[in-house]
């Protein structure tokens, strides 16, 4: 069965950087299926910000982190990295990877119009002075 967990979060200053990684086991994503990053923030729907297709190689950001976040395939061929660079406050809540097996692009991933087979159970990203 497909597992995926989160590593990564922490607490840090506005402006900032920070590192996730997202890894898969039970099942090889290479090529085929997409990697998506949601943000919950408190109080709030969770959101696709950052998505990756393993079948296409595309990728899409919100608005929001475009320009800042960059989200690609790690050393390991199970992993997924998301780097957050000049992080703000409204960056805060909790970050999920998710995994989609199928020939998704990753605006669809992102979106939620594709059958999201498996999620982390997040980690927590707090942006604070």
């Known amino acids: 069965q497909l597992q995926v967990v989160e590593s990564g979060g922490g607490l840090v200053q506005p402006g900032g950087s920070l590192r996730l990684s997202c890894k898969t086991s039970?099942?090889?994503?290479?090529?085929?299926?997409?990697i998506g990053w949601f943000r919950q923030a408190p109080g709030k729907e969770r959101v696709g910000t950052s998505c990756?297709?393993?079948?296409?190689?595309?990728?899409w950001y919100a608005d929001s982190v475009q320009g800042r976040f960059t989200v690609s395939r790690g050393t390991d061929e199970n992993t997924v990295d998301l780097i957050m660079n000049n992080l703000k406050h409204e960056d805060t809540g909790i970050y999920f990877c998710a995994a989609a097996v199928g020939p998704f692009n990753a605006q669809d991933m992102c979106a939620q119009t594709v059958r999201t087979d498996y999620w982390g159970r997040g980690t927590q990203v707090t942006v604070s002075s």
């Open positions: 990756l297709s393993h079948a296409d190689g595309s990728t």
């Open positions: 039970g099942f090889t994503l290479q090529n085929y299926g997409a």
